[in-house]
Structure formats: structure tokens, C-alpha cells
């Protein structure tokens, strides 16, 4: 499939954020249909409760406004209890694959809301935490879902160390965020470039890399960033989108690239305005850089 076929969106563009007091939460269904006047083509599910899963209306309901699900993001605290995160991915995997989705999105919680603290772990927690992410790939497949680790700020798999713990001590593949990652101190294109056969995943996002400094340097907290404009559309920030498609694709990468904006909200946008117009922009970036790639190719 082409690139502009496996191009998706996630409800945190819009704001819309499992984190406790994270801001304003527009309604699903403005942002979903947004998302298909876009142009996208699925979507991540977003918080537990976001989509009708009670209601077990979560197909008919993107149907209705032309998306698929791709799969969803799953925080679980890993380097304790490893039989209670697993059953967290089980229930997760079996959620998101009985709506269509195949991607369970694993983050490395660290038991506290939010994503402006960091934990260390001693060596034994990280023997269960890679142990308990190998043991999370087979739980997922045997649902027929794939299990893909996502480092992410506020999380304890955040910086090139502890990615490096995850690549060198397990299995499992990866969710390229190329936001998390350059903010966590870690250059997503020399990551896809030297690890591309463990990438199962894109969050495509870009950054201001002077904002991003900035919190890795203890000056601003994550969320306060976010609110001074840390995210930016794709082509606007300091990420190498071009490299990072060109090394994935080159590579034989078939997955979805996910456009993410993480974005806090004080209060509902007109209609037209705020966050559509930036994944827009990124989704016609993401086209254009892809479209030059298979001219360069052919």
C-alpha cells in the first residue's frame, strides 16, 4: 500500500489525553470527523473510554466516518506484578482486536498519573520489566495482536539507555514516536537507521528541539512544554522526517504511520480551526515526502 493508505490519527492531536486534568476534551464525534475530512485513513482508539466499547459499537461506529481502527495505546506498569500486566495487555489486546485494531501500544507506566516524573529502576525491575515485555509479544499474539513498546516521556522506558536496556535485554519491536524520542534525548532517525528491523510502528510527530532542551535540562516540565508550542506539524520542527520515511521505507516498512500532535487544550476550537489544521499540514507533508520517495525509487 501506498503511504498516504496507511496514514492514521490519534485523538491526543485533538487534545484528547487519558491523563487526569490534561485540558479541555473536544467530543468523539468532532474528532473523529475531522479525522475523515482529512483524509485518514484509521485511527488509535484514545483513552478506555472514549469510543462506545460498552456499548461494542466501537466498528460500526468509525465505519459510519470512514476509518479503521489501527490499535491502541496501552500504559501498564511492567516492573512489578508481571501477572497483572499481563492481564492489562490481554484485556487491551482483546478489546482492540474484536473492534478490527491489531496494535497493542505498550508504555512502561510508572504507577503515578501523568508524564512530568521520572523513576529509576534497580537491576532486578528491569529483569521483570524486558522479561515481562517478551512475555507481553506472546500474550498479544496469541490474541492476533502485535505488541509493540512505545518509550515515551514520564515513562520508564524515556532516554537512549533505557531504550538500549529494552533492545539489548528483549524481544520486542518498537513504536518509533519520533517526539518522545528526540525529546527524550534519543535522534529518531539514527534509532530507524540503526535498529529499523525492531520498528513495528510509527507516531509520527515533530518538535521544537530548543523547547525539547529545555525539559530534558529540568527547566520546563513535559505538559508545561506542550502548552509553549513543543509539538509542531510535521515539516515544521527539527525532526528529519525525509531520512526517517526514506530509512523505513527503503527497509520494506509496510506498518502505519500515526500522526500524533500531542496538544493541551484550555477550551473548544471554532469549527475548521486548531488542531485539524495541523494534522492536515502533517498528513500533506507526510504525502508529499512519500510521493518523492517512490519518484526517487521508480
Known amino acids: 500500500m501506498s503511504i498516504e493508505q496507511r496514514i492514521a490519527g490519534a485523538p491526543i492531536s485533538w487534545g484528547v489525553c487519558e491523563v487526569p486534568g ?23 482508539a484514545g483513552p478506555a473510554d472514549f469510543l462506545p466499547w460498552a456499548d461494542g459499537e466501537v466498528s460500526a461506529f468509525l ?20 501477572d497483572a500486566a ?3 495487555v490481554r ?19 510508572t504507577g503515578e498519573h501523568g508524564y512530568d516524573g521520572r523513576t529509576e529502576l534497580s537491576g532486578a525491575e528491569w529483569e521483570v520489566l524486558t522479561g515481562t515485555l517478551d512475555a507481553a509479544m506472546d500474550v498479544g499474539a496469541g490474541l492476533g495482536a502485535r505488541v509493540v513498546l ?24 518498537l513504536c518509533v514516536d519520533t517526539g518522545h524520542l528526540l525529546i527524550g534525548g534519543v535522534d529518531p532517525y539514527e534509532l530507524v537507521r540503526d535498529a529499523v ?4 510502528h510509527v507516531h509520527f510527530k515533530d518538535v521544537d528541539a530548543a523547547l525539547a532542551a529545555r525539559v530534558r535540562a529540568g527547566e520546563l516540565t513535559y505538559t508545561t512544554a506542550i502548552t509553549q508550542g513543543l509539538y509542531r506539524a510535521l515539516g515544521e520542527g527539527d525532526v528529519d522526517v525525509a531520512g526517517i520515511v526514506t530509512a523505513l521505507e527503503n527497509y520494506g516498512y ?21 488542531p485539524v489544521r495541523d494534522v492536515r499540514a502533517s498528513r500533506d507533508l507526510l504525502i508529499s515526502v512519500g510521493t518523492g520517495f517512490a519518484a526517487n525509487r521508480g
Open 22 to 44: 490534561w485540558g479541555h476534551q473536544i467530543a468523539p464525534e468532532r474528532v473523529f470527523t475531522e479525522m475523515r475530512d482529512v483524509g485518514l485513513a484509521a485511527t488509535e
Open 63 to 82: 465505519a459510519q466516518r470512514g476509518l479503521g481502527l489501527v490499535g491502541g495505546f496501552v500504559p501498564a506498569v511492567l516492573h512489578r506484578d508481571r
Open 86 to 88: 499481563l492481564a492489562d
Open 91 to 109: 484485556e487491551a489486546a482483546r478489546r482492540l482486536v474484536g473492534a478490527g485494531g491489531d496494535v497493542v501500544v505498550l508504555a512502561a507506566a
Open 150 to 173: 512505545h518509550p515515551h516521556m514520564g515513562t520508564l522506558v524515556e532516554g537512549a539507555d533505557d531504550v538500549a536496556r529494552v533492545l539489548d535485554g528483549s524481544a520486542i519491536p
Open 197 to 200: 528491523s525492531r520498528v513495528a
Open 254 to 274: 509496510a506498518g502505519w504511520y500515526v500522526l500524533e500532535q500531542d496538544l493541551v487544550l484550555a477550551e473548544e476550537p471554532p469549527a475548521g480551526a486548531g
